[in-house]
Structure formats: structure tokens, C-alpha cells
């Protein structure tokens, strides 16, 4: 028996990536049965995971299995989509953020065009670490293996991965699913898990980077002055910086003066304290829900961004006309929400249920990091889910 309980053992949110057909419901599935055997961990069938139930993310449907299992180090949470456009769903509305992916490519076919894409959003996800796993090794010789291995490489270098360090596995997930114990059987699995065990990184909260507070509520203190209120997304504050209150427009300086955590005055306060923060010299008329208070120098506001976005079906609620350049509606993000034009990257336009690349003017300038998700709404409905790409000039 290599694992035991899941007690006290670290969380980490993983799920297969990958083109159609290439494995990934057989590798979920092979996963469960050979870990399932001393029994921390359930077998999840192949037809189990594949009519993985419908659930609503912020308005959108997605089909997915989520799936847990216990390696000896770890406590994971799988996300498996059957279909290509769940996938995008899933990741373009961060309905499961994945501390690592793991990309399932058929030996027989190498890259496909869904490899690239699931690659293309990981990364624009905010997923750090990948592990290939080169699946039907049963159905090509040993130099295809290695050919595939070279070409996974740099085609995570493409993308951004790390395609020297990241672990690639070759093996068969059908044949480890039906109990074959040979080196492309089981023991592939046992080389996947060990890899993800050491690979994939568990995230901590962010105490080094520089502090990020977005501001839910603002009050005046009579005789002190303004003080705003927020949970610290990440880093550290300290009474006497030198920050910014930056949003609609606004670029403010101050000095934090004083932090309360729990209604007590406190020298500094990290990353998930909810506090409140009295900024020196600003009047309680300039502040207001959305803006971000932050380390001085350390973010931009900006109008132009690129994004990816995903527009959703009438039958999720979504528009029943396709979006063409110019389209101008409410951009929903953190706790703030301005008007905001979207045009397309490319091609005339973007049916319902389709996604592609935007650019987006904003109406006011704001704080939008890579990464940060939005909605696009009409008339209070949710007609689009995206993802900030990346500020542009
Ligand atoms: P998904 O669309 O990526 O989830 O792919 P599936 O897991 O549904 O697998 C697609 C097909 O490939 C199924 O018929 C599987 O039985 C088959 N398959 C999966 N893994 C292997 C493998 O290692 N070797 C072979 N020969 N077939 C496999
Ligand atoms: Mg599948």
C-alpha cells in the first residue's frame, strides 16, 4: 500500500487538459481504480465521469466531473469537462482554478488544435505548471514517443511553460484502466502521480509582493478622516506607507495613517485580513466601492485591455444575435462595474457560444491585472464571461 488517510494532508486542484478523444476521461478514470485500492480514494468509472452532471457557474452551464483522490502526499480535486466548449467555459470563467494541469496527448496523433488552445488558456488563466502525459503509447513505436516528448516541449517553451523542467510521462491509460501492470500500465500512472506530487505547487497566500486591498466600503471618522475597508489580496501593510487609491479615473496619493484589524489599531496587517485603513488626507467624496488602494508605484490604471471572452448561449442566458465590433455594455469585475466597448480581435463576429480574443475600452480607467476575470451583462442578465490578457497602451 503506498497511501493512507487524507488527514492533515495539503489540498491542490488539478484537472485534464487536452484534445478530443486523446484519454482524459480514461487517465481520471484509470486514476481513481489504481489509487481507490487501499481506500482513500473512490474508483470513478469511465461512464460515471463522462455524464458528469450540469452545474451553473455565474450563469453559465458546464458539464464537469470533479473527481478527489489521495496520493501519499496530497488531497486532490480533478476537474474533467467531456466536451471542448466545457473546457473553455470552465477555464475562462475560473469555475475551477487548477493549481497545475495535466495535458493528455494521443502518441498516435501528437499536437492537436485543442492541445494548443487548453494550453493558450491555462496560461492565460494564471496556471503555472503543467505535466504531459503522452497516452496510447500501446499504438506507436519508441522513437514516436520521443519525437512527441521533443514536440511537448517546446511547444509548452511556446506558450510559456517551462518545457525543459516539466515532467512528461509516457504510458496508456486504457491499459492501466484494465489492469495491466506493466511499465505503459500501472506503473505510468504511479510515474504521473509522483510527478504531479512533486510538481505542481500548492499556493500560499502572497506576502512578498506588494500590498493590494480593493475596497468594498469607505466611512468618514470624525476627527481622523476616511478610512477604507477591504480584505488585503495579498502582501503586506504597514502603518506610514506611501500608497495609491487608484480607479475611476483616479490616481490619489496618501499615507496610511492607521490599520484596524477587528476594531483594534494594529501596526500591520497580511495578505486575508479584512481591515480597514485610515488614508491620510483624502476626502470620504473621492472614495468609492471598486477602487484599489495599493503599495505607491506598484499598479496602473488603464482604459485598453485584451481579453478573451466567451459569450453564452440563449440557452444559458446569453444573447441571441452574435457580437460584432463596437458592441458597448456593462463590464462587471471585483466589486465595480463601468461601460465598456468590445471589439474584435479578429473575424466580423462572435456567435453566441463561441469565444475569441477582444479588445476592451473601458469608459473609466481602472485597475485590471492579467488574469482578473469579468462579465459583460445586458439589462442585469450575463451575456459574456472573460479574462484580462493584458493592458495595452
Ligand atoms: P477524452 O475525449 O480525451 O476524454 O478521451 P477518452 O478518455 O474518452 O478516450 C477516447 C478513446 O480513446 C476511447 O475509445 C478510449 O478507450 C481510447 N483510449 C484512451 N486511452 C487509450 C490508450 O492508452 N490506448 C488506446 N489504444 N486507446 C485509448
Ligand atoms: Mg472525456
Redesign the pocket.
Known sequence: VRHSSNKGKLHCNVGTI??????????TAAITKILSRDGATRFVS?DEI?KAPEERARGITINAAHIEYVTKNRHYAHT?CPGHADYIKNMISGASQMDGAIL?VAANDGQMPQTREHLLLAKQVGVEKVVVFI?????VENDVLELVELEMRELLDDFGFNGLHSPVICG????ALNGDTSELGENSIWNLLDAIDRYFVIPTRDYTSPFVLPIDNAFTVLGRGTVVIGTLGRGIIKRNMEAELLGFDEEIKTTISDIQVFKKSVPEAKAGDNLGALVRGVRIQSVQRGMLLCAAGSQAIGNHFEANVYFLTKAEGGRSKPVTSKYIQQLFSRTWNVPCRVDLVSGEMLMPGEHGSVYLTLLRRMVMIEGQTFTIRENHKTVGTGIIVKMLK
Do not use: E, I
Not at 478530443?20 to 487517465?27: N, P, Q, S
Not at 497516452?135 to 499504438?139: I, S
Open positions: 487536452g484534445h478530443v478523444d486523446h484519454g482524459k476521461t480514461t487517465l469511465y463522462d474533467d493528455v497516452n496510447k503509447a500501446d499504438l496508456s491509460a486504457l491499459l
